[in-house]
């Protein structure tokens, strides 16, 4: 966690995938590291990362909860990384 050490300030909540974590924030956005396979990047979502309530974790990839009820995923997308074929329902 050294390349993001001083993003992690007023942490409320830590998930992690086997090979790594993600961290919500007091101000709801979401600060990742790990292998970026596995969930450890979050650059691809990060925009849509914004008033997370709460994050959920696969062996592979991470699942956010946003304020307005939608999700967010990433990492590994044949371990839930991608939930673009659902995301309309």
């Known amino acids: 966690s050294t390349a993001v050490q001083d993003q992690l300030k007023e942490v409320r909540q830590i998930?992690?995938?086997h090979?790594?974590?993600?961290a919500i924030l007091a101000d709801g956005k979401v600060v990742t590291w790990g292998n970026p396979d596995f969930g450890g990047s979050s650059t691809a979502v990060q925009d849509q990362l914004k008033e997370v309530r709460q994050i959920s974790a696969t062996h592979y990839a991470f699942?956010?909860?946003?304020a307005d009820g939608k999700v967010v995923t990433?990492?590994?997308p044949d371990f839930g990384g991608s939930?673009?074929?659902?995301?309309d329902q």
Request: glycine fraction near 6%; charge should be neutral; proline fraction near 0%.
């Open 63 to 66: 699942a956010a909860i946003l």
């Open 15 to 17: 998930s992690a995938t």
């Open 74 to 76: 990433w990492g590994n």
């Open 19 to 22: 090979y790594a974590f993600a």
């Open 83 to 87: 939930s673009t074929a659902v995301q």
